[in-house]
């Protein structure tokens, strides 16, 4: 499945921003989607999910308190709501197809990387 990724920008300390996952997949409403970050010189990471129905959410626990995932099957969009962004939130941020909550052995990732929206927060 292929998603678009939008909302990113540059932010201060403590400032917010809300990023927009959408698709025209036709069967989005059956598919838990989760935020992935990728920042400088590591590897992707599990951020947030939620299910398909929106009922089930999951966070990482540098997150958990700060962000807030939700989702519009009527408009084939999941949102992440990031508050109190600090500069350790610096990523590329991504969705893709995942599992929620997250699977024993950490998060799953199921489709192909797009081309992500930046994050950029300064101290």
């Known amino acids: 499945v292929q998603f678009v990724e939008s909302g990113g920008g540059l932010v201060q300390t403590g400032g917010s921003l809300r990023l927009s996952c959408s698709t025209s997949?036709?069967?989005?409403?059956?598919?838990?989607i989760g935020w992935f970050r990728q920042a400088p010189g590591e590897e992707h990471k599990g951020v947030s999910c939620?299910?398909?129905?929106?009922?089930?959410?999951d966070y990482a626990d540098s997150v958990k308190g700060r962000f807030t995932i939700s989702r519009d099957n009527a408009k084939n969009v999941v949102y992440l709501q990031m508050d109190n962004l600090k500069p350790d939130d610096t990523a590329v941020y991504y969705c893709q197809t995942t599992l929620c909550p997250r699977g024993r052995d950490g998060w799953y990732r199921f489709g192909s990387w797009g081309q992500g929206t930046q994050v950029s927060v300064s101290s």
């Open positions: 997949e036709e069967t989005f409403e059956l598919l838990a």
């Open positions: 939620v299910s398909k129905n929106g009922g089930v959410t």
